[in-house]
Structures are given as C-alpha cells and as structure tokens.
C-alpha cells in the first residue's frame, strides 16, 4: 500500500501529519481553528447527488435540558443565519427536546412543527441525499470569531447589541414563523377567557431553577422588586388590568393579595409549587407544556406595557412585539447584572 492510500484509510493519522506539516502555516492553523469558531466559514457535506443547485442548512436542535424559547430563540438565530447566506432552512428538534411527546402531534413527530408549520418545503429526510448541506452549529451563532455566543440576555447585553437583536430577530420571527391554525385560534380565544380588555400591563416573573443561579445567566429579581416595579408603573401609568406569567403558584397568590381583582392570569397552566422547573417536571402532555409558555409569551406581546427581567420569555414577547409592527408604551426590563459563579445547566444541580 503506497502512502497515499495508507493516509485515505486513515483519516486522524492524516490530520495529524497535516497539523505537523502545516504547523507554522498561519492561515492552514487560522482555516481549522475557524470551523468551530468563525462564523462566516460554512462547511458543507454531501450527502448524495440530489437538488444539485440548492443550498440546504439542518437546523438539528438536540439540546435535552433548554425551555421552550431558549431553544425558540436559537432557532431564530438560525435562521437568521440561513437569512443571511441564502440557504433553505430545515427545522428539527431532536427526540430529547423536553417537548417530545410520547405520540406523533398535528401529524408530526418533529416538536418544533407540533406549534409552527414547516419553514421551507423541505423536510430532513430529503437531505440524507442532497447534495449541499450545512449542518448546525452553535458557533453560527456568533457575531464573529472574537465574540463567542454563551447565553443570549448576557451576549446581546455585553456586545451592546440588544436593541439590534430585537428588531433583527422581529424580522426573521415575521418572514418564517407561522403557528398552527388550531393554536393561533386558542390563543385568540384565551384572551377573551381572562378578560383582556382595556390597557393591560403584562409582568413576567420567572421563578423556580431561576433561583438556582446558573453561571452567566441573569441574577434572579427578587418578588419585592417586581412588585415595586409595578407599583411604580400603576402610579405613573394607567393600566386596566395586569396580566402576570409566571411559573410558579405563589407568585400568583402573592400578587393577588397585593392588586386584587386587577390581576388576570391563565388558570390551567402547569405551575410549579416545590422551586422544579415546570419543563423538568414529570408531566404526562409535553405538548401542553409547550403551549403554556407560548401562550404566556403571546398575551405578554399583546400588552401596552411589559415589566420582566431578562428571561427568554421576555426577549421573546418583545420579539414577537416588534413583529407585528407595535411597541411597547411603557417597558422595563430589570437588570441585576449576570451569575460569575455557579452551576452551568440544570443537569449539574441533579445528576
């Protein structure tokens, strides 16, 4: 076997004589450095010969421990990255999405289209035989190879980046993002079940893991500062009712026995009452797990004004906000600052 067939059949012996090779090759180190970390570098695999003139990206989402809008909002970073390079757009989110339920939903096994249609015409089957496919990566994500993206709140907010975030995504969230017929139509009537009316001030408190507090992600607003907050806004504004999303039952209780009457809620939404995380939790309907939080971040877009800190949730409603074009009258986004020390996810408190 001469030495060129040796390296063919072995591929990481090649790479390792390649690095060697190319050691004090500048632009060789800077090129296999990039393709994790740059970017504007796009790989593309063939995976056959077919759709020889298209450009596909498998938007494969496998992340076992993210919320809804977390992963939500990475799927629009993606495709605002397929935006960018002209490529068709395929949405997947894996059997370990927290969503996943044990049966196929609105005729569909894939979680993301158990709420949204399809993205593009394509589905992920195809691409096992096309030609040009970019697979997903998270470092597609960044702004540059020098500005890695972590967390969102803590990027957008540290890259001065925030309001450019909201309105790239608004824009992005319009031109792809169609919910399901059968769920744009129980939102529409879940306004008029809780009585939406008037000027509605929405609040956002996210409790439970939030409290944990995972390395990088905001610092957790106590329930005293959100109800100065709002104290605040009702002196300063007029508002007819408050509408409040949140994932926890005694935030509830505590804001009814502070506003009364004035606060409207959804009541059959899954809430946690021991600090869990409603998405960890042991529910039997994953998909209903899905529609609570999509249903909360909707009302939320559809109020005057919005007071929450910085979830995903609340980047979401203000997203989505943008999106049909309006702006909130009156919005306050608390900022505490973000977590240096602590746990990175959910798994490292529960092994």
Not at 122 to 141: G, I, P
Not at 296 to 306: E, N, V
């Amino acid at each position: 076997m001469n030495r060129h067939d040796f390296l063919l059949r072995h591929s990481k012996i090649d790479y390792l004589q390649q690095c060697l090779r190319h050691f004090n090759d500048r632009e060789f180190v800077d090129t296999v450095n990039a393709i994790n970390r740059d970017p504007n570098l796009l790989y593309f695999v063939a995976n056959g010969n077919l759709y020889p003139n298209n450009l596909f990206y498998d938007i494969y989402l496998d992340y076992p421990s993210k919320g809804f809008f977390a992963l939500f909002i990475q799927t629009l970073d993606a495709l605002r990255y397929a935006d960018r390079f002209h490529l068709i757009p395929i949405v997947t989110w894996s059997n370990r999405c927290l969503y996943k339920s044990e049966q196929p939903v609105n005729g569909t096994d894939n979680p993301f289209c158990y709420y949204f249609e399809a993205v593009s015409d394509f589905d992920r089957l195809e691409l096992a035989e096309a030609m040009h496919v970019l697979n997903y990566r998270d470092s597609q994500r960044a702004f540059d190879k020098e500005h890695p993206f972590g967390v969102v709140s803590k990027t957008i907010i540290e890259n001065d980046y925030y309001e450019e975030y909201i309105s790239e995504n608004a824009i992005i969230y319009k031109k792809y993002i169609k919910m399901k017929k059968s769920l744009q139509q129980m939102l529409t009537s879940c306004l008029k079940e809780i009585g939406f009316q008037g000027r509605v001030l929405g609040v956002h408190v996210r409790a439970t893991d939030f409290n944990k507090g995972y390395v990088n992600h905001a610092l957790a607003v106590e329930r005293s500062e959100y109800l100065e907050h709002v104290m605040h806004a009702l002196t300063n504004q007029h508002f007819d009712h408050i509408f409040l999303a949140t994932d926890d039952v005694s935030v509830v209780e505590e804001f009814q026995l502070e506003f009364g009457s004035k606060v409207i809620f959804c009541k059959d939404v899954c809430r946690s009452s021991d600090g869990t995380a409603v998405h960890f939790g042991n529910s039997d309907n994953k998909y209903k797990l899905g529609l609570d939080v999509i249903r909360d971040m909707y009302i939320l877009s559809s109020c005057a004004g919005l007071i929450g800190g910085l979830s995903n949730v609340c980047i979401m409603a203000q997203i989505a906000k943008r999106s049909y074009g309006c702006e909130y009258e009156y919005l306050d986004i608390i900022n505490k600052g973000f977590n240096t020390v602590g746990k990175t996810t959910y798994q490292d408190h529960f092994k």
